[in-house]
């Protein structure tokens, strides 16, 4: 009986190695083809060699060149479109509205600074033709004066004077070219004493309304007032004043006064004289005869400049 032939040896199995941190392959790098199976011998071939160890591509092997198509610029729009639109839909496009209402500001500012600069040199050359001066008043010596103390009561301590006073304040326009006019308002007197003033009534000031340069114009009224209670000192002062004619008057206008510069009107503007130390006119002399006392003028009831 013939002998079986021997068995071939069994091919040893690949040992397992340790995983190693593979670099990724490119793209494009092409992969090694898988090894092949061991097939089984046949009966009566001899058995096959040992299959050589697999071996990996080195990986610092370079990469097979890759065919690459020509380069294409990207399209423009990408460039305009913003971060936000990416994923919604298209962006109107925005209008340059900021730039006209700078340019319409700046044109603005320069139209107001030129009206300005034009104004300062018409007001320069007014000024220089027209020379404008302040008008000067002064307190004529009041005239009718006429007071009358007596009791008020059966108390000797309270007295009444009843008073009728006529002012009259004048002003002088020195200019040649300007003229004034004097709105209504409204005159008082009060009587100057060491104790306060004493309040004598007040009057209308009738209006004027041309006042020609080169000319005098006068405001003038007449206060009255009836018993106004003093004290007992205050009233024998004022009856040995009257008696001497040594009284002293403080007299306030309250008018309203505007410029004419030939056809041209300006507004008229509040303005208030005031005048200490008036005196009573002589007897029998009129309210022109007798030193006349200085007036300060307040226009908008500020003290602008003061008038001799």
Do not use: I
């Amino acid at each position: 009986m013939a002998e079986k032939p021997p068995l071939p040896p069994k091919p040893k199995p690949p040992q397992p190695q340790p995983p190693r941190p593979r670099p990724k392959p490119p793209a494009a790098a092409a992969r090694p083809p898988p090894a092949p199976a061991p097939r089984a011998p046949a009966s009566n071939s001899k058995p096959p060699a040992a299959a050589p160890p697999f071996k990996k591509p080195s990986s610092l092997a370079p990469p097979p060149p890759q065919v690459l198509g020509p380069l294409k610029p990207p399209p423009a729009h990408q460039y305009r479109q913003h971060p936000s639109s990416a994923g919604g839909g298209s962006r109107k496009p925005r209008h340059r509205g900021g730039c006209s209402c700078r340019r319409l500001c700046c044109l603005a500012t320069g139209l107001a600074l030129l009206a300005l600069c034009l104004a300062l040199a018409a007001a320069c050359l007014a000024y220089l033709y027209y020379r404008p001066r302040a008008p000067s008043f002064h307190l004529q010596p009041l005239s009718p004066v006429r007071l009358r103390v007596v009791n008020a009561s059966s108390s000797s301590s309270v007295w009444a004077v009843d008073a009728t006073v006529g002012a009259r304040a004048v002003s002088w326009n020195p200019n040649e070219r300007v003229a004034f006019r004097y709105g209504a308002g409204e005159g008082r007197v009060a009587l100057a004493d060491a104790d306060g003033d004493v309040a004598l009534g007040w009057a209308p000031v009738a209006a004027l309304d041309d006042h020609a340069p080169r000319t005098v114009a006068a405001l003038a009224f007449v206060a009255a007032a009836r018993g106004v209670v003093v004290d007992e000192a205050v009233a024998a002062r004022v009856r040995d004043r009257y008696r001497r004619r040594a009284l002293a008057f403080r007299v306030v206008v309250d008018a309203h006064v505007g410029v004419r510069l030939g056809a041209l009107r300006t507004g008229m503007v509040p303005v208030r004289l005031v005048c200490d130390g008036g005196v009573m006119a002589p007897r029998g002399g009129g309210g022109a005869v007798g030193p006349m006392s200085k007036c300060q003028v307040l226009l908008f009831r500020v003290r602008w400049f003061s008038l001799n």
